[in-house]
């Protein structure tokens, strides 16, 4: 019953300020880009081992009951000079039983990654690792902002699981994604 499954969820799956922002980012970048615009998508993971079942995402921060959620780490949004304010951080989540809200909105997924116990509690280890720079921001100099898709693809790199196995679906595309896998190959060439 181990196993770690990718989500890819529309951005904004459930709300109508974050569908409509990424909707407009998605408009400026592929003009700038001179391509076609895209659907963004935002992952998740849901990695069950023999602890139980665990869900694993960045989201913003909705109370100070951050325990309640699992969360392990915290980051600034936009900004490092206003994280003072919750609206301006962001949690990862380890969060046992919990939920993906908007689940039933996932495109393409799960995504089966892996069924190895072994390799399901070493993404359960790593998420307290995971690099916390401002969100929207490119600090680690990776030619893309960090987000909550680079958190899920530098779990996926850095616990070993098949990058091949984790498709996005047709027509989308990730932004960040590409951040968190050039971070996390970094680490494992120190």
């Known amino acids: 019953m181990s196993g770690v499954d990718l989500y890819w969820l529309p951005l904004g799956a459930g709300g109508h300020s974050v569908k409509w922002n990424g909707r407009v980012f998605e408009a400026v970048v592929s003009r700038l880009e001179r391509r076609p615009a895209r659907d963004l998508y935002h992952s998740a993971l849901v990695v069950s081992a023999p602890e139980g079942r665990f869900v694993i995402e960045m989201a913003p921060i909705p109370d100070a009951d951050g325990a309640s959620r699992g969360v392990?780490?915290?980051?600034?949004?936009?900004?490092?000079?206003?994280r003072r304010l919750r609206i301006f951080r962001y949690e990862v989540r380890r969060w046992y039983e919990g939920v993906i809200p908007d689940v039933d909105e996932a495109v393409d997924s799960p995504q089966r990654l892996t069924d190895d116990a072994t390799r399901a509690r070493h993404v359960l280890e790593l998420v307290p690792d995971v690099p916390t720079p401002v969100w929207g921001r490119d600090?680690?100099?990776t030619g893309e902002m960090w987000n909550s898709n680079s958190l899920i693809?530098?779990?996926?790199?850095?616990?070993?699981?098949?990058?091949?196995?984790?498709?996005?679906?047709?027509?989308?595309?990730a932004p960040g994604w590409h951040a968190g896998l050039l971070v996390a190959r970094r680490a494992r060439q120190d």
């Open 139 to 141: 600090e680690l100099g």
């Open 72 to 82: 392990v780490a915290e980051g600034p949004v936009g900004s490092r000079l206003a």
């Open 153 to 173: 693809s530098w779990l996926i790199v850095r616990a070993g699981l098949e990058l091949e196995t984790a498709r996005m679906p047709d027509g989308g595309r």
